[in-house]
């Protein structure tokens, strides 16, 4: 069986080495409640970087309404969560919400995806407009005060399952045959349709994927930061979770994780610095794109690193 | 084999994790053990959509303390105040609050200025047990009571709900004003507008009046010219726009070039400078509007608060540095009389002030943690502040 490949033993050992260590240092209280908000906002971000690197990254569709269906399912995980106040509630309201925004991807992919670069960053920022004045001047959603009082069912185990399902699926979507139909499309288009790639069909689908695992982190959002409103998952959101997938490298999901990594670091580390935070938080971002404009990885990503020792010191 | 293994090593951490993870807050450490200082937190907007809101209420705060300290501080103990941004985010408000309360030892947390960002501080501060107050959180619901309508117990606001304003906005209008037809232009985008709107709705019609007309905006719009041609056909003695001085400032200019002459009615959204270099002196005439406290108050406390901020900052204060100096001098007199950097002995003596006499104004703390105060409604002439009456609550 492939499935029990020496490989796949390895990688399950070292996820649960990873889970256990941190678990471990949760229930010691050396990362206390506080750096508990960070590391929820690492797992958060990187579940949006890695989709979104889905999309942006391998399929090379050029999007700007990530934070639209982040917030589609923040607001379906947190208006079920409220109604029942279960660990089942919160799991329902999870995929429910990351289901709708699947669903609203694929609605709004058929037409947009047929766009190209501006044109279709531009239609998906205006989609995520609609969804957030929807939100805004809807009576379930409270409009403008938001949803307060969200039950907190997240915490590190939750937080860690569903980053490693996304990890997992999507690096196992870009090696089926269905990621290297989106990986054709994004090297070139044209190249990709004469194959026989159907590209519509590829776009959508990258498209949809995204969607979901981006609904499945706004949901983890809605339920451990207590209250949300439509104006957190405005435009600056969609370029928080952009710059993190440049930063790590366009088509790394390694990259990703370490960008968002370490950009939830630096934030938490510069909050002391309030006066000058954002010039310190904005010149280390030019700098580092001066330094490596391909972003951190490149293309490669971390297990390519090991294969050839040569690079591995550069990137440590 | 060894699959089998680790899978069974992975479920029982997850499920121990689950059980064990769920009631997991921290204990606050206030470590205020020498004595001889007390940690006050500032969570507040210094950057992003309202850092004016935010820094202005700092000001305010820091200046009350400065006053405090150089006056031998609290009981002998001098405030160190904790400043911390939280980028006009609400997660970051969070996020902000745990760290005062779990990493810097603070005896209370003061801030937010807006109301979705305190209420996202709220659950830390019930689960931290650190009182949490706001100078500026006006909306009606979910701030010190919960929904079900159950009071927060260590969450205080002292300034007056948005309900109020717009009661006393339409009560201003019928009666001082004597209208009987208004028409309401409101900011769509923002609950503050919403809530105005509903609130001025519902007193003006139970005074007589009628509303003519209701239209939204959203914010950040720049051209009302559509709008206010549309109303400008219509037969109406007032105009209530409840929303912030960005648009309203606009609101104005447009509706006076179009010829439009009748008296305007806003609430504190409307205190700003802002408002003033927008619309132009000869737009801001016949304007009124609710708000905290005026400067032509001449309380002694008030000119003496106002000659004191000017000559520090060589500007007039507005409404939320007045806010915020009366939240500073606040929460001081409540550590003073609770005698104790105990945040629960704190959070009691919040809740039993009476007769608290500040620049906004003298109140008592009510039961559902919301202050009993009046709101004074301001009238411009020629963009200077002209005329205040002071509306007592009910």
Redesign the interface.
């Known amino acids: 069986m492939r499935v029990?490949s020496k490989k796949n033993?390895i990688t399950?050992?070292l996820?649960?080495a990873v889970?256990?260590v941190v678990?471990v240092l949760?229930?010691v209280?050396i990362i206390?409640?506080?750096y508990e908000?960070?590391l929820a906002?690492i797992c958060i971000n990187i579940i949006l970087a890695v989709s979104l690197n889905l999309v942006t990254g391998f399929t090379g569709q050029f999007s700007l309404g990530h934070a639209g269906f982040m917030s589609i399912g923040a607001y379906v995980c947190a208006l079920i969560s409220m109604n029942t106040d279960s660990?089942l509630g919160f799991i329902f309201g999870i995929l429910a919400g990351a289901v709708a925004a699947a669903i609203v991807g694929v609605i709004i992919g058929i037409p947009t995806l047929r766009l190209k670069g501006d044109y279709l960053a531009i239609a998906t920022l205006g989609m995520a407009e609609i969804i957030r004045?929807l939100f805004?001047?809807m009576e379930i959603t409270?409009?403008?005060?938001?949803l307060?009082?969200i039950p907190?069912n997240t915490?590190?185990?939750w937080l860690f399952?569903f980053l490693m399902a996304t990890i997992i699926l999507i690096n196992n979507f870009i090696r089926s045959s269905h990621g290297r139909a989106c990986i054709s499309i994004r090297e070139d288009e044209i190249a990709a349709e004469s194959m026989g790639v159907n590209t519509t069909k590829y776009k959508v689908m990258a498209f949809a994927l995204g969607a979901f695992f981006a609904g499945i982190a706004g949901g983890l959002?809605a339920s451990y930061?207590?209250?949300?409103?439509p104006?957190?998952f405005g435009f600056m959101k969609s370029v928080d979770v952009l710059v993190i997938v440049v930063l790590g490298g366009l088509g790394s999901i390694s990259g990703s994780v370490i960008a968002a990594i370490l950009l939830a670091v630096l934030t938490?580390f510069l909050?002391?610095f309030?006066?000058i935070?954002?010039i310190i938080y904005a010149l280390l971002l030019v700098a580092i794109m001066l330094f490596r404009p391909q972003g951190l990885l490149g293309t490669k990503e971390i297990t390519d690193m090991f294969k050839s020792n040569k690079n591995t010191e550069k990137i440590e | 084999m060894k699959k089998l293994l680790s899978l069974l090593i992975a479920s029982t951490l997850i499920i121990g994790s689950l059980t064990a993870c769920s009631g997991g807050q921290d204990k606050p450490s206030t470590g205020n053990g020498d004595a001889k200082e007390v940690k006050i937190g500032i969570n507040y907007e210094l950057t992003g959509d309202v850092a004016s809101y935010g820094n202005a209420s700092v000001d305010g705060i820091l200046m009350a303390f400065d006053e405090i300290n150089a006056a031998g501080g609290i009981n002998g103990m001098q405030i160190v105040p904790v400043k911390i941004d939280n980028k006009s985010d609400s997660a970051e408000a969070t996020s902000v609050a745990t760290r005062l309360m779990t990493q810097e030892g603070v005896v209370a947390s003061l801030g937010p200025a807006t109301s979705g960002n305190f209420m996202a501080t709220i659950p830390v501060a019930m689960g931290s047990k650190i009182p949490v107050i706001s100078a500026s959180a006006t909306a009606d619901k979910g701030v010190t009571t919960d929904d079900k309508g159950n009071v927060n117990d260590f969450v205080f606001r002292l300034c007056f709900n948005d309900s109020f304003q717009g009661v006393t906005m339409a009560n201003f209008a019928s009666g001082n004003l004597s209208a009987k037809k208004a028409v309401i232009i409101k900011d769509n985008s923002s609950d503050y507008g919403k809530g105005l709107a509903e609130n001025f709705r519902a007193t003006f019609e139970a005074a007589g009046g009628t509303i003519v007309a209701e239209e939204g905006y959203v914010g950040k719009d720049k051209d009302f010219n559509a709008i206010l041609t549309k109303i400008k056909g219509q037969e109406f003695d007032v105009i209530f726009i409840p929303g912030y001085y960005q648009e309203a400032g606009l609101i104005i200019k447009q509706a006076r070039d179009l010829g439009i002459k009748a008296p305007v009615l806003g609430a504190d959204g409307f205190d700003s400078p802002v408002l003033l270099e927008l619309a132009g002196p000869e737009a801001l005439n016949d304007v009124y509007f609710s708000n905290h406290y005026s400067s032509l108050d001449q309380d002694p406390k008030v000119q003496d608060f106002i000659a004191a901020y000017k000559a520090k900052n060589n500007v007039d204060p507005n409404a939320f540095n007045a806010l915020g100096y009366d939240l500073g001098q606040y929460i001081a007199d409540a550590i003073k009389r609770a005698n104790s950097t105990d945040p629960v002995a704190i959070k009691d003596a919040l809740a039993d002030t009476k007769g608290f006499a500040g620049v906004t104004g003298t109140f008592d703390m009510g039961e559902d943690h919301n202050p009993i105060k009046s709101a004074v409604v301001i009238g411009l002439e020629n963009g200077v502040q002209k005329t205040s009456v002071k509306v007592d609550p009910k």
């Open positions: 029990l033993i399950l050992l996820i649960v889970f256990a678990q949760i229930s209280k206390n409640s506080f908000i960070t906002t660990t004045v805004l001047n409270n409009g403008a005060a938001g307060s009082g907190r915490n590190w185990t399952i959002y930061f207590y209250f949300i409103k104006n957190v938490t909050q002391q309030t006066e935070r954002m």
